[in-house]
């Protein structure tokens, strides 16, 4: 890499995740290392379209690291979507001479960046920054590690007032379309049950299961709690759709839960800092390199670089070893 001073500018976009802060600290002072200029455009694309920026710091990310959400702040911009914008986007880039734009993001973040490249010649890299996990080419992304010990945490409190109870709870955890919180969530909390969107096969044949473990794990134990995990936009009706036909079927108290944004708050755990300076600082690194429109991730612990649209082209599989696991607990009576 040569030493010609470069201009890199970098936005957070979408749903905020713990750690996005630290990653913007990464990526600052590896371009003070570089002696490169780094601007944060503000509330994602639309500070994009609006010229909306600051320039940043080694001093304006002190002590980032631990700080969850994102100081550059985040939104949705549907207008984004159009070919005007993606013009007036890449004339503001250019006027700032920026080189190289670096978008911190889930998938939807990922698709903007791929449709500015058709009207903008500078470099561009995606960072992954969404606690669902749901982005094709890396082990995790930024965010969804605390979201686990978020939703575990208050899985956790849920099981003491149903075990004092001896209630059945429905404790629902984001996702958006992938399972990869709540079955993480449900594995590390003991949990007895979990719906899953990769998984869910009918109304039906999901009560008849549920069912069918409580009536005999009650024929074992007498009267027990019992903690049922359901991902987010899964159940039809909603969650207390099913609280109201467990209730039904069980005969018993059921008590919904919904955790909601609550995931996506917090001081990101060590992982997630780790994975976002790492990520961050490998995405500078590319700099004026031939390497463009890829997302920067992690496979086996190492970065890997990977093309945009491989990123949502076809969902990504959950782990067959996590899923093994919750299936063999959950048929267990005595889990």
Request: aromatic content about 6%; hydrophobic content about 40%.
């Amino acid at each position: 890499m040569n030493n010609v001073p470069k201009t890199i500018a970098v936005l957070t976009s979408g749903g905020d995740a713990p750690g996005m802060n630290a990653c913007i600290r990464a990526i600052v002072l590896a371009c003070e290392r570089e002696n490169y200029t780094v601007y944060g455009y503000l509330h994602g694309y639309n500070g994009l379209l609006n010229q909306e920026y600051t320039q940043l710091h080694a001093e304006r990310v002190h002590n980032l690291n631990q700080l969850g959400g994102t100081i550059l702040h985040s939104a949705r911009c549907r207008e984004f979507k159009t070919q005007d914008a993606a013009e007036r986007a890449a004339a503001n880039l250019d006027a700032l001479e920026v080189d190289m734009l670096i978008v911190i993001g889930g998938d939807g973040s990922f698709r903007g960046a791929m449709h500015l490249s058709n009207y903008w010649d500078g470099q561009i890299i995606g960072i992954p920054g969404t606690i669902d996990n749901d982005i094709n080419g890396t082990d995790a992304t930024i965010g969804y590690y605390t979201a686990i010990e978020t939703a575990v945490d208050s899985i956790d409190k849920v099981r003491d007032t149903a075990d004092a109870f001896e209630r059945i709870f429905l404790v629902e955890v984001m996702g958006r379309h992938a399972g990869f919180l709540g079955l993480s969530a449900a594995l590390a909390s003991a949990s007895d049950f979990v719906l899953l969107p990769e998984l869910f096969e009918s109304e039906a044949a999901t009560l008849k299961q549920i069912g069918e473990q409580l009536s005999e794990r009650r024929e074992q134990r007498g009267n027990i709690s019992y903690i049922i995990v359901l991902a987010e936009n899964l159940w039809p009706g909603g969650i207390n759709k099913l609280a109201e036909k467990l209730q039904s079927l069980t005969q018993s108290e059921v008590r919904p839960v919904i955790l909601g944004h609550v995931q996506r708050g917090g001081a990101p755990v060590s992982q997630d800092r780790i994975m976002a300076m790492k990520l961050g600082a490998h995405a500078v690194s590319l700099a004026g390199s031939q390497t463009n429109c890829v997302m920067v991730g992690e496979r086996y612990g190492k970065p890997c670089e990977v093309p945009l649209p491989v990123t949502w082209s076809e969902p990504k599989p959950l782990s067959d070893s996590d899923v093994n696991t919750m299936k063999q607990l959950m048929n267990n009576r005595y889990a």
